[in-house]
């Protein structure tokens, strides 16, 4: 059985960091993404890597504040979230594929997690 936990999230004053942890069971996967969701909004991406970690992508909105990383040895992908802003509020979801590249398009994830709520205040 495969799943995806997330953890790491909580509230936070804006401009602090929080590093989000997904931990991956029952297979390892080629790629891992990171998509966020605020209340009575769409979900949108917000990072990608793959197995080899040499291909990331970003949202822009997190580019340059948002790292995503990934220990292939403990199964698990990481988001470090530095400067937060009070529109980073939202439930992050991880969500793996087989997909060889980076996935930016929530439909081609198979496997999501639970999501962890991040709420930041201004």
């Known amino acids: 059985q495969v799943t995806l936990v997330e953890s790491g999230g909580g509230l936070v004053q804006a401009g602090v960091s929080l590093r989000l942890s997904c931990a991956a069971s029952g297979r390892t996967f080629s790629s891992y993404g990171w998509f966020r969701q605020a209340p009575g909004k769409e979900r949108e991406f917000v990072a990608a890597i793959t197995w080899s970690a040499r291909n990331t992508a970003y949202a822009d909105s997190v580019k340059g504040r948002f790292t995503i990383s990934r220990d292939n040895a403990k199964n698990t992908v990481y988001l470090q979230m530095n400067s937060l802003k009070p529109e980073d509020t939202a439930v992050y979801y991880c969500?793996?594929?087989?997909?060889?590249?980076?996935?930016?398009?929530?439909?081609?994830?198979?496997?999501w997690g639970q999501g962890t709520q991040v709420t930041v205040s201004s």
């Open positions: 969500a793996a594929s087989n997909a060889i590249d980076v996935v930016i398009t929530d439909r081609l994830y198979r496997y």
